[in-house]
C-alpha cells in the first residue's frame, strides 16, 4: 500500500531536483572556465563559443599528471588493502569473537573518530622526520593506515556483528577453525562492506591533502590532490589551467564511484535494513 500523496512525490521530486542542480553547478561552472581561451578570466557560467579542449592536454602537461597518477596509484596501493585487511579481522574479532578487552578497544576506537587530522600533522611530522621518512610516500601511507583504523574497524564491526552466530558455530561443528570460518564463511558474507569499505579508503587517500603537503616536499610523491598546491603556486594566476587541472584530480574519483556506486548503495542500506 502506497502512503506517500501525490503532494509528498513532488515535492521529494523537487528536491531532488534542487540537491542535484545545487552539487552540478561548481562543476558545470569549473568546466565552462577549463574550455575559455588560456589568458582570460571566466566570468560566471557561459559555455565558450570555441571551446578550448586542448586546455586539459596543457594542464595534463604542466602538472605533470602521469608522474601524479603513479605516485597517487602507489600511495592507494599501500594505504587501501592493508587497512581493508587489518579492519576486517579486527571488525572480525569486536563482532564475532568477544575477544578479551574488546569493549575497551572498541571505546578506544570511538574517541579515533573524534580526532581531527589537524590535530596529529604536527606530531606526525617529527615523528616522521625522526623515522627518516620525510619526503617519501611512507610518510603518507603510514599515518593513512593507523589515521582510518577507526572508522574502518568500526564499518567492518558494524556488519560482523550483525551477522547470527549461528554460521559460525555450524563452522566450527564441520571442524573449522577460526581462520576457516573468517576467511570462507565470514569474508564472503562481508563482502558488500569490504567493497564499500574500499571504496571510501580509495576516496580519502585519493584526495588527502593536509598530510601530503605537510609531510612530503615532493610533488611528485604526493597525491594528485595534494600535488594540487604545487600546481596552484605555480599556476595560480591562470584560473583556466587551474580549473582544467583540478577538473583532471577530480576525474579518477568519480569514474571510480560510478563504477562502484551499487556495491556502495548495497551496503549501505544492508547496513540500514540490519540496523
Known amino acids: 500500500m502506497n502512503l506517500t500523496t501525490r503532494g509528498e512525490r513532488l515535492t521529494g521530486r523537487i528536491f531532488?531536483?534542487?540537491?542535484?542542480?545545487?552539487?552540478?553547478?561548481?562543476?558545470?561552472?569549473?568546466?565552462s572556465a577549463a574550455?575559455?581561451?588560456?589568458?582570460t578570466v571566466p566570468t560566471g557560467l557561459a559555455w565558450p563559443s570555441d571551446p578550448q579542449w586542448g586546455n586539459f592536454v596543457d594542464a595534463f602537461t604542466a602538472a605533470n599528471m602521469g608522474a601524479l597518477l603513479r605516485s597517487s596509484l602507489l600511495i592507494v596501493a599501500g594505504v587501501v588493502p592493508v587497512g581493508v585487511?587489518?579492519?576486517?579481522?579486527?571488525?572480525?574479532?569486536?563482532?564475532?569473537?568477544?575477544?578479551?578487552?574488546?569493549?575497551?578497544?572498541?571505546?578506544?576506537l570511538l574517541l579515533g573518530l573524534t580526532l581531527p587530522f589537524e590535530a596529529v600533522v604536527t606530531p606526525l611530522y617529527y615523528q616522521m622526520r625522526?623515522?627518516?621518512l620525510l619526503n617519501t610516500r611512507w610518510a603518507i601511507i603510514l599515518p593513512l593506515i593507523g589515521l582510518y583504523m577507526p572508522f574502518a574497524v568500526y564499518w567492518m564491526r558494524a556488519h560482523f556483528i550483525n551477522v547470527p552466530k549461528e554460521?559460525?558455530?555450524?563452522?566450527?561443528?564441520?571442524?573449522?577453525?577460526?581462520?576457516?570460518?573468517?576467511w570462507r564463511v565470514q569474508v564472503p558474507l562481508a563482502r558488500p562492506a569490504i567493497a564499500?569499505?574500499?571504496?571510501?579508503?580509495?576516496?580519502?587517500?585519493?584526495?588527502?591533502?593536509?598530510?601530503?603537503?605537510?609531510?612530503?616536499?615532493?610533488?611528485?610523491?604526493?597525491?594528485?590532490?595534494?600535488?594540487?598546491?604545487?600546481?596552484?603556486g605555480q599556476?595560480?594566476?591562470?584560473?583556466?589551467?587551474?580549473?582544467?587541472?583540478?577538473l583532471l584530480i577530480l576525474t579518477p574519483t568519480l569514474i571510480v564511484f560510478l563504477i562502484f556506486q551499487r556495491q556502495f548503495i548495497k551496503a549501505l542500506i544492508q547496513g540500514s535494513v540490519k540496523g
Request: aromatic share 10%; with cysteine; hydrophobic share 55%.
Open 35 to 39: 574550455l575559455q581561451p588560456r589568458g
Open 16 to 31: 531532488l531536483i534542487a540537491l542535484v542542480v545545487v552539487t552540478l553547478l561548481p562543476f558545470l561552472s569549473m568546466l
Open 167 to 182: 554460521l559460525s558455530e555450524a563452522a566450527r561443528v564441520d571442524g573449522g577453525n577460526t581462520w576457516q570460518v573468517f
Open 130 to 132: 625522526d623515522l627518516g
Open 85 to 108: 585487511l587489518i579492519a576486517t579481522m579486527a571488525g572480525f574479532g569486536l563482532g564475532q569473537l568477544g575477544v578479551p578487552g574488546g569493549r575497551i578497544a572498541f571505546a578506544l
Open 235 to 246: 599556476w595560480g594566476t591562470d584560473l583556466v589551467l587551474l580549473c582544467a587541472g583540478s
Open 196 to 232: 564499500s569499505l574500499t571504496i571510501l579508503l580509495f576516496l580519502w587517500t585519493w584526495n588527502q591533502f593536509l598530510i601530503a603537503i605537510v609531510l612530503v616536499d615532493d610533488p611528485t610523491k604526493r597525491t594528485m590532490a595534494g600535488a594540487l598546491g604545487a600546481f596552484q
